[in-house]
């Protein structure tokens, strides 16, 4: 497959953005699905702990019940389910009650496919490119997970940790003594941060699945660029976040993970080059 792609770029380029429209369709089904997963399971945890009866819940998974409207209960067809052309086809509405159909899931298919394109332009047709399409698509997941629920689930962060160690045995990105440091600082970093804080304040700054989410990072790309994806991370937070305090006018708790996923994915894609260029600014 990886010759095939070699071979002709412009068919290559092609086939992932058609790749990345599919991936993002079924983001679009983890992103609604898994926080539902979770909280069916927290429950019956729940129950469990306090000695109640335990929830019944409808089987509820990644591929059941089938995707269905959420106002007048209309079954997906395949034909109203293809990624983007099918919203577009669709005027944005429900074919059964016309009710309106939430731009963001054309959005998420369409962010997935360029940012795929991206990768593939970036690494070309090798093994690299097909390990940063998995990070970037589980990125993408978190952020808009992150978004819509301030949590960023273990069921993701944790094998995206493992995963970082696994391609780093080879050296892909950096050796593996330095994958284990990146993630045992990048969870170690923000910890102290958060434990900091919280002694200072009494009130929590942040989530662990923060922690988490800066360890598979460090795992995948080393120490290295933790001190790059911090610093990007907490400047674009800051930026929005005083944009969102001045237009709502209120100091509402917002999420960090996107951010920190979108450091991430810059890092990925060029935190040498980032930190070679910045410190041959400041040498002149």
Known sequence: ???????????????????GLCIGSFLNVVI???????N????????????LPRPEFPRFNLVLPHSRC???????????????????????????????????????ELATALLSLLVFAIFGPTGKMVAALG???????????????QYLPDVITLPLMWAGLIVNMQGLWVPLDQAVLGAAFG????????????????????????FKLLAALGAWLGPSQLPLI??????????????????????????????????????????PEIVNWYLGTWKH
């Open 187 to 210: 969870y170690l970093s923000l910890w102290s941060v958060y434990w900091l804080f919280k002694l200072v304040t009494g009130k929590e700054g942040m989530g662990y699945g923060d």
């Open 230 to 271: 911090i610093l990007l991370s907490s400047f674009v937070g800051a930026v929005i976040g005083g944009i969102y305090i001045a237009v709502r006018k209120q100091n509402a708790p917002f999420a960090f993970g996107p951010y920190l996923a979108i450091a991430g994915f810059i890092a990925m894609l060029g935190g």
């Open 70 to 108: 959420p106002h007048c209960g209309h079954r997906i067809t395949a034909i109203e389910n293809i990624p983007v052309l099918s919203w577009l086809f669709l005027r944005g509405k429900c074919s059964a009650c016309r009710a309106p159909i939430s731009p963001r899931y054309p959005s998420v």
């Open 32 to 38: 609604y699905r898994v926080p539902v997963m979770l």
């Open 135 to 149: 990070l970037t698509w589980a990125l993408i997941a978190l952020t808009m997970i992150d978004f819509d629920t």
């Open 1 to 19: 497959m990886i010759e095939l792609l070699a071979t002709s770029p412009l068919f290559a380029g092609g086939m992932i953005f058609l790749l």
């Open 40 to 51: 069916h399971e927290w429950r019956i945890q729940a129950s469990e702990i306090l000695e």
